[in-house]
């Protein structure tokens, strides 16, 4: 084999370096050097561990926000916080600390966050409603309805169990949502890459006119993405009540703009059509290390505040409707 048969052109180079996927890892890796310098032990692979369950908890709730953007029309989801506290309560409620619960808590903590996706859906689809105001204006409604159903005071416990599943080794040092983490990702390739579901999202996401014209079933696809959404958004309940123990009504407010960034970083055009899950897994963890650095630092929460939302504005600005081929 010759010496130029394996050269690889600049330009191959330069895409792989830019690529959103690969700076995502990049700076993961930085920031966990800057935290081990920061803090000796940072970087120590228990911490890693730990680490990584916040990304994934981050990570589901950002696989349904993935789903939805890649649907076009400017889709975007502001409910998911909503729906992660009540996925939340509901599963806590479920639960109320007993592992004969666990198995309704699933059930409800995910089939009434999809039915309310479905119709944030239907409002997109059908009633023409911008997905910023249906999914602000189900915020609104579903925090209403916490306050009524929790009387604004926390209210359920997890289940011993699932606090186990969660936040406990499981195979080699692994926690479980790590496991579930890894197999909705690998559910997600396989839909986006391999079916035809997953090619229709990405054709409407692209044109959805043109889509329509090839018999694409377009109302039902963008309506089903949003339920989707809203069931990953209450699984993501599920794993937070599971993660600390207990609930409470705002639990899941402030996953609302870390899961869109998420799937932005990982080079999903906010116009639709392009992108993928695996950056969107990168972006969750390159996100969490940034918070945890942060927080390593000590400083006061309106410092980190500014400096974590300047840092994701700029990231928005760099490459946020960039067009990238799917990963």
Known sequence: MSIQSVQVSPMKIRAFLTDPLTLAIGASIA???????LS???ARGDQIVRLLTVAA??????????LVILGGREGIDLSVGAMISLGAVLAGNMMAGQNTGIPLAI?????????????????????????????????AVIQGGLVVYSRGVPSGNAAPLLSSFINRPLALGVPGI???????????????????FGYSVYAIGSNERAAYLTGVPVPFVRTLLYGL???????TGLCVIGYTGTSFISVGDQYVLP???????????????????????????????????LITLQMDVWARQVIFGATLLALMLLYGRQKKLRV
Not at 229 to 235: T, V
């Open 259 to 293: 899961s869109i960034i998420a799937v932005v970083i990982g080079g999903t055009s906010l116009a639709g059509g392009m992108g993928g899950y695996l950056g969107t897994m990168a972006g969750a963890v390159a996100l969490t290390l940034l918070q945890s650095v």
């Open 229 to 235: 959404s809203g069931l990953f958004a209450g699984l």
């Open 178 to 196: 790590l496991i579930v983490w890894v197999l909705i990702a690998l559910v997600m390739l396989f839909v986006l890459r391999r079916t035809a």
């Open 40 to 42: 000796p032990g940072f």
């Open 31 to 37: 920031l966990l050097i800057v935290g081990e310098l």
């Open 57 to 66: 908890i981050l990570g589901i709730v950002a696989a349904g926000q993935n």
């Open 107 to 139: 059930l409800v903590a995910a089939g009434v966050p999809f039915l309310i996706g479905i119709v944030n859906g239907l409002g997109v689809t059908f009633l023409r409603i911008p997905p910023l105001v249906m999914t602000l204006g189900m915020t």
